[in-house]
């Protein structure tokens, strides 16, 4: 086969005949060829994406989420501590009280609480500080774990009220990283293409 051959697979593609003035759309410059093959290009950063925005930055509300996230963080880590100091002076207590063996068996259970919602305290401490660690490079699931973990947290304000209201403070943050998270620009940031 021969280069001229029209038979042949390697040549040059046949010419197209161009429709003269007044016959199909109206003339436009052509675009430029697309190197390669497979999937295109994906859109410079700030351009939209599948009807969307991509965001280059985190948005302010979604920031507002990861500092609040942290801010609950924190509140378990100062009732983790409170528990920790109540049962550092619980033994003295018990001695001073001098309780009946009866009733050193409830302190031991009223002291087993105290060490579970320590830990527990502990577990939402760590939980919230991964959680806020992700926020730069998650996905959805990192969106969907912080309204989860503030919905857990509203719950874990109400053992918190008696602390300082720790716990009304713990509500309010919680609400706000539900709200905030759940809004449209935090949806974008966290299913945003990462190439």
Known sequence: MSFGDPNNPYGQPPQQPQAGPGYGYPQQ?????QPGYGYPSAPPAGQPYGGG???TQMPGIT???QVLVGVIALAHVVIAAVYGVALAQWDESMRQADLTA???QYADL????????AGLAAVFA?????LLLQYAKGGSSVRVCSIVYASFAIVSGLFALAIYLLGLV??????LVIVFCAKRASAEWFRRPRY
Do not use: C
């Open 63 to 65: 920031r507002a989420a």
């Open 126 to 130: 760590i939980l919230g500080l991964v």
């Open 102 to 104: 009866e009733a050193e």
């Open 110 to 117: 009223g002291k087993g609480v105290i060490v579970f919602f």
């Open 29 to 33: 410059p052509g675009q430029p060829a």
């Open 170 to 175: 713990i509500w309010v943050v919680s609400i």
């Open 53 to 55: 925005y991509v965001p």
